[in-house]
């Protein structure tokens, strides 16, 4: 009983915490306040996957977050709602302080979890590897109308409503090009290089599949921002 008292005590104080955050009664750093704009500059934290969270549904606090970006974008067009694929609230991504193989359309969460991505887990691994940063990520495309795997029946992928990429690969400033399907088993740097790679994009991703995964991603990593969090 005493034990429930002190839960019941510990959850109103917690309620209380976040009822004062929320209304602005108690001032803390954004980066600890659930309902600040996600900032990418800022480093990650306990706080930064509830964030992420909040953009799903609401386009200008993404649009806001990702303002905090380097990203260079520009709205589509929605598609008509008969479409197979219907796609609204997407962004065509062109590149920003690293150049991208060509533009991709993507969801807006998508958009921002790959700022993240290349701010906090791309660039520090380059440097902790080689010394050096990235300048370019090569890429197989996000939208695709299709069901996962391109199988006749079953759910459409992720990629079916732009809220997918997969990345083949990453050049880097001294011009060497590295390779998810050359390099993977790569027992020296590039190896190393790609595998924290896919670790740190497992922070930032809800879902991440590469070579480890199976022969369908023998050649990139699958990241998207669907449901469902897979580090594979």
């Not at 955050?21 to 001032?27: A, H, V």
């Not at 759910?155 to 809220?163: D, E, I, V, W, Y």
Request: glycine content about 8%; overall charge positive.
């Amino acid at each position: 009983m005493r034990g429930s008292t002190l839960f019941l005590i510990f959850l109103l104080i917690g309620a209380g915490v976040a009822v004062s955050i929320w209304r602005g009664w108690l001032p803390v750093a954004d980066r600890w306040n659930p309902w600040a704009p996600l900032d990418v500059r800022q480093p990650p934290g306990l706080l930064t996957p509830f964030k992420l969270w909040r953009l799903r549904d609401n386009p200008a606090l993404c649009e806001q977050a990702l303002q905090s970006s380097s990203l260079r974008y520009a709205h589509q067009a929605d598609s008509p709602a008969d479409a197979k694929c219907p796609l609204t609230d997407t962004l065509r991504i062109s590149g920003g302080d690293v150049a991208l193989s060509s533009s991709f359309v993507s969801s807006c969460p998508l958009a921002v979890a790959y700022a993240l991505f290349e701010i906090h887990g791309l660039q520090p691994a380059a440097q902790a590897v080689f010394g050096q940063r990235v300048v370019q990520v090569d890429h197989l495309g996000s939208f695709a109308c299709r069901n996962v795997y391109n199988r006749s029946e079953g759910r459409l992928s992720q990629h079916a409503s732009a809220n997918a990429l997969d990345i083949a690969g990453f050049r880097l400033a001294d011009g060497r090009r590295i390779s998810v399907l050359k390099d993977w088993n790569d027992e020296g740097d590039k190896g190393t290089f790609l595998r924290q790679v896919r670790d740190d994009a497992c922070k930032q991703f809800n879902t991440v599949l590469g070579p480890d995964y199976n022969a369908a991603h023998r050649n990139h990593f699958h990241v998207d921002m669907g449901r469902w969090r897979v580090c594979r």
